[in-house]
T-cell receptor, first 113, second 112 residues
Framework: AAGVIQSPRHLIKEKRETATLKCYPI?????VYWYQQGPGQDPQFLIS???????DKGSIPDRFSAQQFSDYHSELNMSSLELGDSALYFC????????????FGPGTRLTVT | QKEVEQNSGPLSVPEGAIASLNCTYS??????FFWYRQYSGKSPELIMS????GDKEDGRFTAQLNKASQYVSLLIRDSQPSDSATYLC????????????FGSGTQLTVLP
């Protein structure tokens, strides 16, 4: 079965640089979520999109923005990167018809130096 | 206080034993609950979802929900070394747009 695809899998950036993470949800899933997981922490919700419209915002810094495109893929844009942004970034997708079960992609490991 | 609380462990059980993982939540309006397994450096993998009071079984896994006590549990029967991972309890809170709120996770080690 098709899974959530994320790219790149690893990314190394310097402070104050920008980064763009991409997510391709499971086909026919209508909702995309972004989560950030720091070392030794549980995943924290950043932002979600339902049918290409932003549906909810969590603890997403103002330096971050995201959007969902007509083909349902989503991008998380991160600017003015800080050392504390180093984390695993997961994308998940779900559909209302499956009880909102969220399936996670493999993640992007971002390292800011 | 976190909205979803788990015993952080670590929890160690011998191979073949039953592992019992527990979770409590504070939002009484929460309706949907999930257990995820996460290996170190990997993404969370959905194991079980449960929405109504009682037990739900899937293979070696049984999830239990008690909304009156605001309690969710996961039982793993015939534990295998490959079950060694961090288990995350998650809930969709009332009023949210379906984002998950996670507990801190319980680290399980199954000893051969």
């Amino acid at each position: 079965a098709a899974g959530v695809i994320q790219s790149p899998r690893h990314l190394i950036k310097e402070k104050r640089e920008t980064a763009t993470l991409k997510c391709y949800p499971i086909p026919r899933h209508d909702t995309v979520y972004w989560y950030q997981q720091g070392p030794g922490q549980d995943p924290q919700f950043l932002i979600s999109f339902y049918e290409k419209m932003q549906s909810d915002k969590g603890s997403i810094p103002d330096r971050f923005s995201a959007q969902q495109f007509s083909d349902y893929h989503s991008e998380l844009n991160m600017s003015s990167l800080e050392l504390g942004d180093s984390a695993l970034y997961f994308c998940a997708s779900s559909t209302r018809t499956s009880g909102h079960e969220q399936y996670f992609g493999p993640g992007t490991r971002l390292t800011v130096t | 206080q976190k909205e979803v609380e788990q015993n952080s462990g670590p929890l160690s059980v011998p191979e073949g034993a039953i592992a019992s993982l527990n979770c409590t939540y504070s939002d009484r309006g929460s309706q949907s609950f999930f257990w995820y397994r996460q290996y170190s450096g990997k993404s969370p993998e959905l194991i079980m979802s449960i929405y109504s009071n009682g037990d739900k079984e899937d293979g070696r896994f049984t999830a239990q929900l008690n909304k009156a006590s605001q309690y969710v549990s996961l039982l793993i029967r015939d534990s295998q070394p490959s079950d060694s991972a961090t288990y995350l309890c998650a809930a969709i809170s009332s009023g949210s747009a379906r984002q998950l709120t996670f507990g801190s996770g319980t680290q399980l080690t199954v000893l051969p």
